[in-house]
């Protein structure tokens, strides 16, 4: 039986102690992402973002990484962890936003704006395919896309893909002209709609509000703050990490969070105080759901299953996200 193969049924009553003794005897470190399931963020050695996670895992001591998380995530991680082996508990654990752009599509829409030999720059959100990463001059996070796109020359064409959402926020704080934007979008997020946020500010108009750029009602919400039916000073566009500092320091009674709902458990934990509440209770991510207890744990008994990224595109795609790193992020788990 293979991992992805495993019912969470047969998880045994001491499966927790289990992991723990198979990540100590296989040398793992256990990383999750904050939109898993509350008991793999508990058991994790680290809990964070994508690429934060990813630099753990290069700087961890540990020759093998476990990434609870989705398959781009882990791909990250085995580029910036070349000589160690990386494992994802199911390989099927895929990406809605990271599928709307592959590396043929990313070649041709630089082809279409390439003039006299000069390409235009190509900014990727790092919830891309390693082989995007490999076309991409430069990667970003939500916490430093807009300082990203602000390091290259104005008068250079930029391309930003794939999450429309998160490039317009950077065109509208830049009021760039020259840039480009890709409509991808991730599925959970698109569907946290303006209308969906408006009605929940009516129900609760006190509340603070947390929202990931990536979501459908970021500009909603930036309309709703100019126009005074919320107070500015309430309304937060945040990446994941952000929102984590945001809740440590909030002292509001209620906050209305829009992103994927596995974030709450990040939140109550720092802060049991305040009462965090999601726009979209339906804002559920099946892929990050996908890893279960049961799904570790076989992964860690059975070194499964192992994630593989050919050197030359690893190689490639490592320049783009050193790039990045190098004009730097806002904390260690930034995104």
Known sequence: ????????????????????????????????HNYQLPEI??????TGDSLGLSRLAAEAEQSTIVFCGVHFMAETAKILSYDKTVLIPDERAGCSLAETMNADQ???WKAEYTVDGVEPVVVSYVNTTAAVKAETDICCTSSNAVDVVASIPEDRTVL??????LGAHVQRTLQRDNMHIWLGECHVHAGINGAELK?????????????????????????????????KERTKILSTSGMVRAAEETTAKRVLVATETGMLHQLH??????EFAPVNRAAVCKY???????????????????????????????????????????SPTAE
């Open 160 to 165: 930003f893909g794939p999450d429309q959402f």
């Open 106 to 108: 990313l070649r041709a």
């Open 41 to 46: 963020q508990d058991i994790a050695h680290h």
């Open 288 to 330: 990050m759901k996908m890893i279960t207890p049961a799904k570790l744990l076989a992964s860690l008994r059975d070194g499964t299953d192992v994630v593989d990224v050919p050197a030359d595109i690893a190689d490639r795609a490592r320049q783009s996200v050193e790039r990045m790193i190098a004009i730097g992020t806002p």
């Open 1 to 32: 039986m293979t991992a992805i193969d495993v019912d969470v049924t047969l998880l045994p009553t001491d499966w927790r102690d289990q992991v723990l003794a198979l990540a100590e005897e296989r040398d793992a470190v256990i990383l999750a």
């Open 269 to 274: 934990r720092v802060n049991s105080t305040t």
């Open 199 to 231: 009605a929940q500010v009516d129900a609760d108009p006190d509340a603070e509000l947390f929202i990931h750029p990536e979501c459908g009602c970021a500009t909603s919400a930036l309309y709703l703050a100019e126009a005074g039916v919320v107070p």
